[in-house]
């Protein structure tokens, strides 16, 4: 499969060798054709996109500006308000919701002529690892489609390992960009916390969620992070930082940099083709003049049940606004309110859902609050507290992002726990509102891929991406592509 740089087209969007309408005909040819087979989108704005595209071409031809991404064709995790488009976020609860405004991201989108092709599938509401808690049904791993993308942006990691797009948005509340970017062979970034405006993100665990880039390379995550980044007044937890020009500082050599790698990282559990890649590739970072440095993380074998009470307590606070008459489904057969209550929720969540509300709700009750919810808090100040000390000694910390490649759809459905312990290596970084990147670093023997995580200290994404792009140019994993 071609799968074109973001480079690539715009120097040819750029030159006239294309135009947007032709791009973006290909890429709604290409979801036509393997959409059904994939299930990444979950709903398509043919007419809105060709619209688009129409006017930036015309703008282009009077020599009017266009903006940074003009012409490319993106798509958008369906958990991300977009005026007038469904928005479900997966889930029968929403699943008639058209947003009457913009997401924060989406209006910078259409600031810089993005040309949206519409929405993809996410876990519901975001809380899951493998894209199969949809009403819309599971996303199909495209390098083998008995296996999962990965979760929760599934839909966005597989539009662009499938070439269905060229960008894409996706959140990241525990791992879910990077862990499906890896599954996929792509590359997905969760920026620090507060980076990017969380305006029109539907809330899952406001204190974590993040939105972020995912591109066939790095080029493409930064340029994106780029146009999405930076203060938004409307988000209280938005800072007020400049945004560094990402794309203009990739080439930065290695020499001299410091890499940790933490032996809690490298434990029980870790398969040995994710484990021997990793070492791979960090032999090939050390072979460009990095040197290696052993870090201790001791506190991250707490990060997964911390990580599950904070989230599930801010989950069942977010969610408690669909009741069925201010937000969401509304059950049709009810006795009295709280019975309307009752059935418009037990109706429109589904399992996933339910037991996280349960958890968070149980979580945040008095007497149970100090022993689960204070506690976790505790732990996620600790864990913290091990990154600033490990980025002391060295610059990023390597290590993979998941324990395995893509495991087989319905293989951990149905064992809650199994799910959740494969976010152990993902879910410090949001705990401690880091930047956090994957990118693809090999394939199993089974050709399944497999991503390197890389993680910076607060607000250094310009080392982060440097690094990620130095390693693109010592390997050429990133230009791997499946075979569908
Ligand atoms: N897998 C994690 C969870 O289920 C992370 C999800 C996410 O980042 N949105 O909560």
Redesign the pocket.
Known sequence: MNRPSTRDLISQLNSGALTARQLTETHLDRIATLNGRLNAFVSVDPDGALQQADDIDRRRQTGEPVGRLAGLPIGIKDNICQKDLPTTCGSRMLQNFRPPYDAHVVERLRAEDAVILGKLNP?EF????STETSIFGPTRNPWDQTRSAG???GGSAVAVAAGLVNLALG???????R?PASFCGVVGMKPTYGRVSRYGLIA??SS??QIGPLAGDVYGTSLLLECIAGHDRRDSTSLDVETPAWTTTLDQPLKGLRIGIADEYFSQGLDGEVEQRVRDALKAFESAGATVHSVSLPHSKYAVAA??LI?CSEASSNLARFDGIHYGHRAEKFGDLADLYCQSRGEGFGSEVKR?IMLGTYALSAGYYDAYYLKALKVRRRIADDFAAAFKIVDVIAGPVAPTPAFRLGEKLNDPLA??L??IY??ST?LAGLPGISVPCGLTAGKLPVGLQLQAPALNETRLLQVAHQFQQLTAWHLETPKI
């Open positions: 876990d975001a809380m899951g690892s979760g929760s942006s959140s990241d509340t525990g791992g879910s960009i862990q899952y665990a974590l969620d990580y599950y989230a996280r799910m959740y494969g976010d993902t879910i949001n």
